[in-house]
């Protein structure tokens, strides 16, 4: 069984700084590259930043190029987000899923609020 376990979200001020954490299992990680995506309320979900299988290839969406690092554990099947220099607009529900993605399998994601 497929599953992806999102955490290490929470309430931070602009310009601070979070790392998302995706433990994955259920398909052997090594083999896939993986993504995390975000929505934010009102809005459709979106892709934020990819990496490659073996971790050298890496994309990011334009809002978040600089600012955002994707990563990857393979031996803990886990797969990071560190979000520096976050902003208001950075603020929505995080989900990380596996390239390609699983509709059936997304995981309850990690929540994100940048607030002053």
């Known amino acids: 069984q497929v599953q992806f376990v999102e955490s290490g979200g929470g309430l931070v001020q602009p310009g601070g700084s979070l790392r998302l954490s995706c433990s994955v299992s259920?398909?052997?990680?090594?083999?896939?590259?993986m993504s995390w995506y975000r929505q934010a309320p009102g809005k459709e979900r979106e892709l934020v930043a990819r990496?490659?299988?073996?971790?050298?290839?890496?994309n990011y969406a334009d809002s978040v190029k600089g600012r955002f690092t994707v990563s990857r554990d393979d031996a803990e099947d886990m797969v990071y987000l560190q979000m520096n220099s976050l902003k208001p607009e950075d603020s929505a529900v995080y989900y990380c899923n596996k390239v390609p993605e699983l509709s059936y399998a997304w995981g309850q994601g990690t929540r994100v609020t940048v607030s002053s």
């Open positions: 990496i490659g299988s073996t971790g050298a290839y890496t």
């Open positions: 259920g398909f052997t990680f090594s083999m896939y590259a």
